[in-house]
C-alpha cells in the first residue's frame, strides 16, 4: 500500500521568498503524484500532478514539482512567495486497488506568508 | 459549467443519530468519491462509486454508506454517528475514464458536528 509523508505540518516565508514544500511517498508501482492546495472554507483544487514523462511538473500560480525516483520525492517549489500563497498544501499518490485507483494524502503542510 | 455542490455546508448532529450529506457532480463527471478530512488531517478516502455502483473502498465501517444517482448526484449516509465522525465531508468527481492520473474536481465540503 502506498503512503505519503510531508515532512513539517507547517512552513513560515516571508513575501518574495523561496517556498519548498517537503512530499516523500512510498509505493510497490510507479506512482501517480499529485499536489492539492486548500484555501480556507474550500475544497481542494489541483496544482499539479506527475503520470510519466518529463519529471520536472510546472502547475498553476508558479508552482512546480520535481519527481525524483531515487529519492521518492515530490516536493513542492515556487521561487517567490505571494501573500495570496498561504494555504493547506496537500501531497498526493493515486495506486491501483482492486478495480479503481485510490489516492492517499498526506498530513497537509500548512504555508504561512509573512508581509 | 457548474462544479461541485455540496449540501448542507454545516451540519449538528447527536451522537447515535443518522445523517446524509448529498453531492452534485461536474457536469459530465461520471465518478464520484468521498473523503473524511479531520482537523489537521488530509483526506482519508471513503469509497468512490461509478454508474451507480461502489467501485472501492478505503477503512470504513459498514455505517458509512453511499448511492449515485443516474444523473451522477451522490449521497454519503453514516449511521449510529461517534463523536470521532466530527469531520469535513468531502465530495469529488471524475471525467469519465478517470484513472489514476486524472484529476479529481472537489466540492467545498460539509462540515459535520457530532455532539
Known amino acids: 500500500a502506498q503512503s505519503v509523508t510531508q515532512l513539517g505540518s507547517h512552513v513560515s516565508v516571508s513575501e518574495g521568498a523561496l517556498v519548498l514544500l517537503r512530499c516523500n511517498y512510498s509505493?510497490?508501482?510507479?506512482?501517480?503524484l499529485f499536489w492539492y492546495v486548500q484555501y480556507p472554507n474550500q475544497g481542494l483544487q489541483l496544482l499539479l500532478k506527475?503520470?510519466?514523462?518529463?519529471?520536472l511538473v510546472k502547475g498553476i500560480n508558479g508552482f512546480e514539482a520535481e519527481f525524483k525516483k531515487s529519492e521518492t520525492s515530490f516536493h513542492l517549489t515556487k521561487p517567490s512567495a505571494h501573500m495570496s500563497d498561504a494555504a493547506e498544501y496537500f501531497c498526493?499518490?493515486?495506486?491501483?486497488?482492486?478495480?479503481?485507483?485510490?489516492?492517499?494524502f498526506g498530513r497537509g503542510t500548512s504555508l504561512i506568508v509573512h508581509p | 459549467e457548474t462544479g461541485v455542490t455540496q449540501s448542507p455546508t454545516h451540519l449538528i448532529k447527536t451522537r447515535g443519530q443518522q445523517v446524509t450529506l448529498r453531492c452534485s457532480s461536474q457536469s459530465g463527471h461520471n465518478t464520484v468519491s468521498w473523503y473524511q478530512q479531520a482537523l489537521g488531517q488530509g483526506p482519508q478516502f471513503i469509497f468512490q462509486y461509478y454508474r451507480e455502483e461502489e467501485n472501492g473502498r478505503g477503512n470504513f465501517p459498514p455505517r458509512f454508506s453511499g448511492l449515485q444517482f443516474p444523473n451522477y448526484s451522490s449521497e454519503l449516509n453514516v449511521n449510529a454517528l461517534e463523536l470521532d465522525d466530527s469531520a469535513l465531508y468531502l465530495c469529488a468527481s471524475t471525467i469519465p475514464g478517470g484513472g489514476a492520473y486524472n484529476e479529481q474536481f472537489f466540492g467545498p465540503g460539509t462540515r459535520l458536528t457530532v455532539l
Open positions: 506527475y503520470t510519466t514523462g518529463a519529471t
Open positions: 509505493s510497490s508501482v510507479p506512482p501517480y
Open positions: 498526493a499518490v493515486s495506486d491501483r486497488s482492486g478495480g479503481s485507483y485510490i489516492p492517499t
